[in-house]
């Protein structure tokens, strides 16, 4: 990198600032305040038939402060840390908050509730790359790839190193700071047969690079990944069981937590609203977090508004247990905040396992799906349609790659149709699962 990045000078830097932001709103008479600021650097290489395409060195950075007076609220930002910048944050916020209108929901999280267990959680890994490392990497890694026979052109490789420091502190005397890191390499390649052409990606991420997998591998698996799809047709229109993979079955946890939320459940967005207690899984799944894991994606000791984190469980055998809520929007719902400003951390499921080859036998003829396109999912009714591409499975083996179809059902009729979950679990990001087998969708394909 250009320029070194010392996080704990940051660490201090950012303090001092959020500690004069306060300092400042107190003065001009602000009722209560909280101020975030972060700062990150990182570098990001990609690379395309052996050569580099773009070598990008960022360094992002900001400090956003909102301000209470009695129950109406004002919130400024900026990019720059100076002290006249924070002045001008502050005082522009107090001016928002005495014309905006009251809300008895605003406010602070309460006081009691602020985190006093703040360990180390071991997420902060520095990586000293440096740019022509970096680029090497990121080469074999296409390299690899490329080296594999049937594969004709390539859409790159890319490869991103950042770390950062985030602080939040508020007028209760509470004042967090977290330093974290991110590494990630990946590569998409394309084949090319009779019946036209594909592309696939692999791609490997982690907070400490040691935890990374060999490029070399990733490029092999991104290829493997793209062959396998040459000969897609489409399949069969009708009802079929689907076996989601790993990284799309992540993704309708996604779109579990977010009827979970406080914020569609206030709004009345949501297709779980009034849920609580009643089944919506089958009876041997449950799904918690574990925002104290060490070393995970998306650990903090503390969420958006300095309250302690802790293990939640939202599904608990199969019944829904608990909504995921800030102090804002479980004051809005006549309930107490789960510690979940800012989202769920490290969601880990509570289930029985099974090999990938054990679901496909119980599914017999279906369709294995790899891959989703589109935004066809409503979170009021829990309606879902996606175009997706995949496998076409027979007597439970599967047979060939299939695109260009949709699959449609509803979010709570998938969730209460869900027969198994696979031990290929992907650990890549903040959600952990293997793949879901869904007893039956809609296929619209021939």
Not at 215 to 224: C, I, K, N, Q
Not at 317 to 323: D, F, V
Request: charged share 20%; with cysteine; aromatic share 6%.
């Amino acid at each position: 990198m250009a320029q070194a990045f010392d996080a704990s000078a940051q660490q201090s830097l950012l303090t001092a600032r959020a500690e004069e932001a306060l300092a400042l709103a107190k003065r001009l008479g602000a009722d209560a305040a909280e101020v975030g600021a972060s700062v990150d650097q990182g570098i990001g290489i990609s690379v395309r038939l052996g050569e580099v395409e773009t070598v990008e060195l960022s360094r992002d950075q900001g400090i956003a402060v909102t301000l209470y007076v009695g129950q109406r609220k004002g919130s400024a930002s900026s990019t720059d840390a100076s002290s006249a910048s924070i002045q001008a944050a502050v005082e522009k916020a107090l001016s928002i908050a005495r014309y905006t209108g009251e809300d008895k929901a605003a406010g602070l999280a309460d006081a009691a509730l602020m985190a006093t267990e703040l360990p180390d959680l071991k997420v902060h890994y520095p990586w000293a790359l440096t740019t022509d490392e970096a680029i090497e990497l990121a080469l074999a890694c296409e390299q690899a790839g490329r080296d594999v026979d049937g594969i004709s052109q390539s859409d790159g490789a890319s490869l991103s190193s950042g770390e950062g420091v985030r602080v939040y502190a508020n007028s209760h005397g509470f004042l967090g700071t977290q330093k974290g890191s991110s590494h990630s390499l990946s590569c998409m390649l394309i084949a090319q047969d009779a019946s036209g052409m594909q592309r696939d990606y692999d791609y490997t991420s982690a907070r400490n690079p040691k935890a990374l997998r060999d490029p070399a591998e990733v490029g092999r698996e991104a290829a493997g990944r793209t062959l396998r799809r040459l000969g897609a047709k489409r399949p069969p229109t009708g009802t079929f069981p689907v076996l989601f993979d790993p990284s799309l079955a992540s993704g309708l946890i996604g779109h579990l937590l977010s009827g979970l939320a406080g914020g569609a459940l206030y709004r009345q967005a949501s297709f779980l609203c009034d849920r609580l207690g009643t089944p919506l899984f089958p009876d041997w799944f449950s799904l918690e977090e574990r925002p104290m894991e060490i070393g995970a994606m998306a650990s903090s000791p503390f969420d958006g508004e300095g309250v302690q984190t802790r293990n939640n469980r939202f599904i608990d055998q199969g019944r829904i247990a608990s909504y995921m809520l800030s102090s804002y929007s479980a004051r809005r719902l006549g309930m107490h905040t789960t510690g979940n400003a800012g989202g769920a951390r490290n969601v880990r499921l509570a289930a029985p396992l099974q090999s990938r080859d054990s679901l496909l036998q119980e599914m017999g003829r279906g369709i294995w799906v790899t891959e989703l396109m589109g935004q066809g999912v409503n979170g009021v009714t829990g309606d879902y349609s996606r175009g997706a591409a995949g496998f076409w499975v027979e007597n439970g083996k599967v047979q060939y790659p299939v695109e260009e179809f949709t699959i449609a059902s509803n979010l709570e009729r998938m969730f209460t149709g869900l027969v198994g979950i696979g031990d290929d679990t992907d650990t890549r990001g903040s959600v952990h699962t293997g793949s879901w087998l869904i007893d039956a969708m809609t296929v619209a394909g021939d």
